[in-house]
């Protein structure tokens, strides 16, 4: 699904140049769901903005989807965010002035389908997070949970391969969180491949597979790895 | 006070700050030269002509017909106009000050080709013209009853004038010119019987505003100007046009208004334009500071966070709406510099190409002091708002 | 799509309705202003002869003082001696020309309680209605023979036919003007150029005249011309005769020359007249004779004041100052939004969904500014019209300048949209998604 190799980031600002990424290389196949954790200015947030093709690395190559993606424009890059890539991000970042589902169809419009299809697409996706029944709600009017579900919702909605999460609890309380967790644990199993960057252990427990980013590098050191039927039984107890 | 800072953060968000330096600047050139264009205009406006303009009444009667007894006919008329209730005195006048039309001729002061000559413009009436306009005699006399040549042979040159002060000055400098002669293009000389103190050109951008004089000739086609009651102008036109009218009924009698009316249409122009120029200064000061306002509170809105930190760490709200007061006051005379500038290469080119006059700089010093006025007020609404930010912010949901 | 970005433009347009009626306001205003200076302008700048722009010229001779010419930058003087004129006349090179002045009479009708009224008069000849393309509503013009006669006949203009004979057929009738009597031959239908071009001595915006005669009527009459007389050299006129024989400027004269060959061969006659002239002692300045289109006439005698100049310059520089304006505005709000931008860039926005998003909005912004901006000119040639006397020909719009005023708004707004536009396409997405 996803291939990085050798790929490093550098920030210049005026003389001085912060190595974000160095020589990271890292893969992810199809259908499993990642953690990558790791500390304050590990590479969490720029390996999920090359990931998710919202920056180019400064060198290595990136494949998506067997392709390779490192050397796109921008149009080409904004193409395959909106076709292949969903994101969720820990402040939700819902468009205030539009309602749930037109908040859903952010990326649908962008992928210039029919209105007819749009419109399935949107009722699923907000049927699968169960807020059908809010659809001609502001996000304002939602409480936070229920906010990262339309989040959700809307990456889904482009029926994605890959969905990249930002914290997508760190907003919520332990309840919702839970719900939310439940939720992309329910959309992993359906086939679609997650990333989510967290740095609460608990969570990135309940992934498949935890990377762990240290100094803009993948750490070999898992500081908190669960035991693997530990993390099964979390898993068949939400099932 | 901390200019450095504030310009350095200046210099890393330029674009507000040069939107509004280039706002101010234009708002600068159109200010100065409209003002200038203004003042010049209503200079030129209130020069006095030197009659009693607003005591003044003029009308005008066509008398077609061969062998007419032009000097009959005009006592006759000057007989009904004076019974008129509210009319003092009437003259027969071939034009106004002011009015656009009339005569001009160059005249000498010696009889030798190439004695100095000067332009005058020159009026032709009756023995009543200076009572009834409200000029003053200075010097000498005016014209005798038998002076007056009424119906002139065509090209007449008079044998005696009354000049205008400034006239007489133009002709003999500071010697007494009365019983000296001036002299026609053709040679004829005239003979200086007296001096008015002043009554401009009927045509009001011409040169020598004030070099006029008076011939002692009448004809039946002048108008009558009437001098009436303080007060009373605009009422009587309709009795005059009609009392007039009345004399003969085959005659056609017209263009009956007050001096008023007609001074007023001549300055048309020149009102309409002020006008004009004063509504598009009101409008680019209220724009201009409606901008100020407008980017003075996104920058405000934009730096919430770090005036909340600097009101945290210790800075008074005295201190935030400072610093937003320099900050306007930097720009606004960044864009004063400018718009001097531009306001010269603006007048320069309006001398040049149509002959407007050059841009004096008295009020260079008045407009940079409004403008200051009207940055520094235009960010005191957003730079209070800044400075009730909560220090609290700096703190909350990072 | 485009429907998607105009409901987006329209609920950011809600969202800050103040801030969209500001950027509105200030773009109507630059239009509103500019548009009515703009309008006199272009109004008192347009040929009024536009289909007879090559063909119909002035006639200049400089019979002026050899000592001083008549414009300081040394054009020849507006108007003919009469002496010069009538050697015009001679001529059969032009298709058509005329000689003319301005005169009032005093008109009586037949009835017998009408009092006299005053009208404003032509002397010209002929050849004037054909060479200007004056419609005629009944008869004719008159021809030569009763140019070269003086024929006591009169062409009404519509609404000096329609004051002395209410608007009916008066061919044929009799009016008396100065007590003479006048055979009506013809009426015209409305005209009325926006220029008084072929004589700006007496009001260049002023209406055309009411009644036309043939030229020598007044000559016959012995009667001066309404207008301006310029006498340069020391002369003794003590009769009419010596008036006409004088080098004093007072008439007009106009020549319609259809080809290039036309033009070039009466110059060469207006040239050779001035050299048989200049043989018998006249015409000593350097030779100086002009034939000029209308447009060439208008602009060198300034029909177009400096001030209508000026106007047009600062109110122009005022819809720069609104433009500014409008940027900064429009730099505010856009900048403002730059996070939800960035949300829909990671959503797989491209730049250029997000410039079509905004440029839509800002097209939205300039078409009300265009069509608040219209209103506001019609506001201000209101104005105009009430401020000065006999502009109501000049101080209107017609549909070129609406079209013009919408164009303008619309650019303006684009312009000033362009670089706000710019800067938030140029966004970094990933900047704007961490915080909220």
Request: charged fraction near 20%.
């Amino acid at each position: 699904m996803l291939k990085m190799n050798d790929v490093s980031k550098i920030y210049t600002a005026g003389l001085i140049e912060t190595h974000a990424l160095r020589s990271l290389s890292l893969q992810v196949d199809d259908g499993e769901f990642v953690a990558v954790t790791g500390p304050s200015g590990s590479g969490k947030t720029t390996f999920l903005n090359i990931g998710g093709l919202l920056e180019a690395p400064s060198s290595g190559s990136y494949h998506l989807d067997s392709v390779d993606v490192s050397k796109l424009n921008d149009a080409d890059r904004s193409r395959i965010r909106n076709e292949k890539i969903g994101f969720i991000f820990q402040g939700f970042n819902l468009i205030p002035d539009l309602n749930i589902a037109d908040n859903v169809d952010v990326p649908l419009r962008y992928r210039r389908l029919p209105a007819a299809e749009r419109k399935r697409r949107i009722d699923e996706a907000l049927e699968l997070v169960g807020l059908t029944s809010r659809k001609q709600h502001l996000p304002s009017q939602l409480s936070g949970g229920q906010q990262q579900r339309v989040a959700i919702a809307r990456a889904i909605a482009g029926e994605p391969k890959l969905i990249l999460a930002d914290e997508p609890t760190g907003n919520l309380d332990s309840l919702m969180a839970r719900q939310v967790m439940e939720l992309l644990e329910s959309i992993n199993e359906a086939g679609t491949t997650i990333i989510m960057v967290t740095h609460d252990p608990e969570l990135a427990r309940r992934a498949g597979r935890n990377i762990h980013l240290l100094d803009g590098q993948v750490s070999d050191f898992q500081p908190l790895d669960p035991p693997p039927e530990e993390a099964d039984k979390d898993i068949a107890d939400v099932a | 006070m901390e200019i450095r800072p504030i310009l350095s953060t200046l210099m890393r968000n330029r674009t507000g700050a040069i939107l509004i330096a280039l706002q101010i600047a234009l708002t600068m050139a159109v200010i100065i030269n409209s003002v200038f264009i203004i003042l010049e205009r209503r200079d030129t406006m209130a020069r006095p002509t030197g009659i009693d303009i607003d005591e003044l009444v003029i009308t005008r009667v066509s008398t077609v017909g061969d062998d007419l007894n032009v000097r009959e006919l005009i006592e006759n008329d000057m007989r009904v106009l004076r019974g008129i209730d509210g009319v003092s005195a009437v003259t027969k006048i071939s034009t106004m000050p002011l009015s656009g039309s009339g005569s001009s001729t160059s005249l000498r002061s010696g009889d030798q080709q190439d004695s100095p000559s000067f332009n005058i413009g020159y009026y032709q009436g009756d023995r009543h013209v200076l009572d009834t306009l409200g000029v003053e005699i200075t010097r000498g006399r005016w014209f005798a009853e038998t002076e007056i040549i009424y119906d002139p042979a065509q090209g007449l040159d008079p044998a005696v004038i009354v000049l205008a002060d400034s006239t007489a000055e133009a002709a003999f400098g500071d010697g007494d010119p009365i019983g000296r002669f001036i002299y026609t293009s053709t040679g004829n000389p005239i003979e200086v019987i007296g001096t008015y103190d002043q009554m401009s050109r009927p045509w009001y951008n011409w040169g020598d505003f004030y070099d006029t004089a008076i011939y002692p000739h009448v004809e039946l086609n002048y108008l009558y100007a009437l001098r009436v009651a303080p007060g009373r102008a605009d009422e009587l036109v309709p009795t005059i046009e009609q009392t007039l009218a009345d004399v003969d009924p085959d005659r056609l009698v017209g263009g009956t208004q007050t001096m008023r009316s007609v001074v007023d249409e001549t300055y048309q122009r020149d009102v309409a334009m002020n006008r004009m120029l004063a509504i598009v200064m009101c409008l680019v000061v209220v724009i201009t500071a409606l901008g100020i306002i407008g980017l003075a509170s996104f920058s405000v809105a934009q730096r919430r966070r770090q005036i909340g930190t600097r009101r945290a760490v210790g800075a008074q709200k005295f201190h935030i709406l400072r610093y937003f007061l320099v900050e306007n006051w930097l720009i606004t005379t960044g864009g004063i510099v400018l718009g001097l500038v531009l306001s010269f290469v603006i007048n320069n080119h309006l001398v040049q190409t149509y002959n407007f006059a050059k841009l004096d700089a008295v009020y260079v010093p008045v407009v940079v002091l409004g403008l200051w006025c009207v940055g520094l007020l235009a960010t005191l609404g957003p730079a209070r708002s800044a400075a009730q930010i909560d220090p609290a912010i700096a703190t909350r949901n990072v | 799509m485009l429907k998607y970005y105009f409901r987006l433009a329209w609920s950011s347009i809600r969202r800050n309705p103040l801030l969209t009626m500001l950027m509105i306001g200030a773009i109507a205003l630059g239009i509103g202003v500019s548009m009515t200076t703009l309008t006199l302008y272009y109004v008192m700048s347009s040929n009024p002869l536009p289909f007879k722009s090559e063909q119909v010229y002035a006639v200049q001779l400089d019979a002026w003082d050899p000592e001083e010419p008549y414009y300081d930058d040394d054009s020849p003087p507006p108007q003919l001696t009469y002496g010069d004129a009538a050697a015009m006349m001679r001529s059969d090179i032009p298709t058509y020309q005329a000689t003319m002045i301005s005169r009032g009479f005093s008109v009586k009708t037949d009835q017998p309680e009408a009092r006299p009224q005053r009208v404003s008069g032509r002397a010209t000849y002929g050849d004037f209605f054909a060479m200007f393309d004056v419609p005629f509503a009944y008869g004719t013009g008159w021809d030569r023979a009763a140019d070269d006669a003086a024929e006591r006949v009169v062409v009404l203009s519509k609404d000096a036919n329609e004051k002395f004979f209410g608007g009916t057929n008066s061919v044929g009738e009799v009016i008396y003007m100065d007590e003479q009597p006048f055979r009506v031959v013809g009426v015209l239908a409305s005209w009325r150029p926006v220029t008084r071009f072929y004589d700006l001595n007496t009001g260049a915006f002023n209406d055309p005249e009411d009644v036309y005669v043939p030229f020598l009527v007044p000559i016959s009459l012995e009667y001066g011309a309404f207008g301006n007389t310029n006498c340069w050299k020391p002369e003794n006129i003590e009769s009419y005769e010596q008036f006409l024989q004088s080098e004093c400027i007072w008439v007009q004269h106009w020549a319609q020359l259809d080809s290039a060959a036309q033009k070039a061969e009466f110059l060469a006659f207006m040239d050779g007249y001035a050299a048989e002239q200049n043989a018998l002692g006249r015409f000593a300045r350097p030779r100086n004779n002009r034939l000029s289109t209308v447009t060439e006439w208008l602009d060198a005698r300034e029909v177009v004041s400096a001030d209508n100049t000026l106007l047009v310059v600062l109110s122009f520089m005022f819809l720069l100052i609104c433009l500014l304006n409008t940027v900064g505005l429009m730099l505010a709000k856009f900048i403002n939004r730059a996070p939800l931008v960035g949300v829909r860039r990671a959503l797989g926005a491209s730049r250029l969904d997000v410039i079509s998003q905004h440029a839509v909005e800002v097209l939205i912004v300039g078409i009300g500014g265009g069509l608040v901006g219209l209103c506001f000119a019609y506001l201000g040639l209101l104005a105009v019209r009430s401020w000065y006397e006999g502009y109501e020909y000049l101080a209107k719009l017609d549909v070129t300048m609406m079209l013009v005023a919408i164009a303008l708004a619309i650019s303006a707004a684009l312009l000033a949209g362009l670089y706000p536009t710019w800067r938030i396409s140029r966004i970094q997405p990933a900047v704007h998604l961490k915080t909220q």
